[in-house]
């Protein structure tokens, strides 16, 4: 589609926008369904682990392969990814039954619809980043937020449909859920998609992970993905255990909460942070995080702690969208290779950061504020690379 001649970056960017909403429906709607494929296929909750882990590992297989191919075309593989998203979706409704062993075509759906979020996760920021758009770092602050809005849209929209329908009428949200990556196909065939650099300028892994530089930019991605991922999977739990609410209402007030404020966290910077500098609002984001870490791990009174919960969100929004500005930035000619490492990164950090919570909480005899204490580590990191990387800057362009 173009403008005047030109090609119209609009369509560019809604295809994206979606593909992150794409990615928050593969993310978030499989959990939601936990106790009803207890139910229904009679599979122990233990086991059931096995989705979320399955989903990560090959989440982060396909973040490594992406960094492995250097000449990755872009519209054929984003395309790729919404339609095995849609495809994995769709067989959740279907394929369980087909098997003797229910769960063994649950984790099929999840392994196709990963390949799928892990394409969404390492091509839509180097095709936002790519198209000629004024204010880069606050692009790419919005197009995160995506993933936000997302998360609350299938949280609550799950909600409202099993709480009118019912459970028991779950395939036909799975399938309703699918013509969101479905549509999103389309998008991506006709809008215009530009290579973030040449094929043949881009740099190889090897070349990315040989810079010095690039091994605090990816330390400063791990400490993002855990500070995020650590508050976003164990608020429910929670809520559930220090408001002592049901794990419905623990869900809503807990990861959808989480993920509304951190939405608005990407959206305000997306919007008015145009004229601030990207790696001091991190700096100050990252205190915040470590304030509300600590308040939702040591205070005594339950409504205060979960409102640290809440306030992190807040504060982590920009962590991960300002990672990927920041080391674009100094590394332009990264190619696809740096993106699929940042990705990698971030989903070390994403399981990182809650195995962490969850080996202090188990040893402290259940006590998940334990385990947020133990966590706090990583804003903290955060901050400490942030530092560095401003130090490392100034001593530069003195020298220059």
């Not at 040449?198 to 791990?222: C, I, T, Y």
């Not at 004229?275 to 100050?284: A, H, I, R």
Request: overall charge neutral; proline content about 5%; glycine content about 10%.
């Amino acid at each position: 589609m173009k403008m005047n001649g030109a090609p119209d970056y609009r369509k560019t960017k809604l295809a994206c926008y979606l593909g992150f909403v794409t990615q928050a429906i593969v993310a978030n709607f499989t959990p939601l369904l936990f106790m009803v494929f207890y139910r229904e296929y009679g599979i122990p909750v233990s086991r059931l682990a096995l989705i979320p882990a399955l989903f990560y590992v090959v989440q982060l297989v396909t973040d490594f392969l992406c960094a492995k191919f250097k000449n990755l075309n872009y519209r054929k593989s984003i395309v790729i990814s919404e339609i095995v998203s849609a495809l994995g979706l769709v067989g959740l409704a279907f394929l369980p039954q087909l098997f003797s062993n229910p769960l063994a075509g649950i984790l099929l759906c999840v392994a196709v619809y990963a390949v799928g979020s892990g394409l969404i996760e390492v091509l839509c920021s180097p095709i936002i980043e790519a198209c000629p758009f004024p204010n880069k770092e606050g692009m790419m602050s919005l197009l995160h937020s995506f993933y936000c809005w997302g998360a609350v849209c299938v949280i609550l929209g799950s909600t409202l449909f099993f709480t009118l329908f019912g459970l028991e009428n779950w395939r036909l949200l799975a399938c309703f859920w699918a013509l969101v990556p479905l549509y999103n196909t389309y998008n991506f065939i006709v809008c215009p998609i530009e290579p973030i650099v040449p094929d043949a300028e881009g740099m190889s892994m090897k070349q990315l992970l040989g810079n010095r530089m690039f091994w605090l930019f990816l330390l400063l991605m791990v400490a993002a993905g855990a500070s995020e991922s650590t508050m976003a999977q164990w608020t429910s739990a929670f809520a559930e255990a220090s408001l002592g609410v049901d794990k419905a209402v623990g869900d809503l007030a807990g990861p959808c909460g989480f993920a509304f404020c951190m939405g608005l966290g990407r959206l305000w910077y997306g919007k008015k942070g145009e004229n601030l500098d990207l790696s001091v609002y991190m700096v100050w984001a990252g205190m915040l995080c470590f304030f509300a870490y600590l308040v939702a791990s040591l205070s005594s009174i339950p409504q205060f702690a979960f409102a640290g919960c809440l306030i992190s969100g807040l504060a982590v929004g920009i962590m991960w969208p300002g990672s990927i500005s920041l080391t674009s930035a100094r590394i332009p000619g990264g190619g696809t290779a740096l993106f699929a490492l940042l990705a990698l990164a971030g989903d070390v950090g994403g399981t990182l950061g809650p195995s962490l919570v969850g080996l202090f909480t188990e040893s402290s005899g259940s006590d998940i504020q334990s385990g947020l204490f133990a966590a706090s580590v990583f804003p903290v990191l955060l901050v400490v690379c942030l530092l560095l990387l401003r130090q490392r800057k100034y001593r530069t362009s003195v020298s220059l």
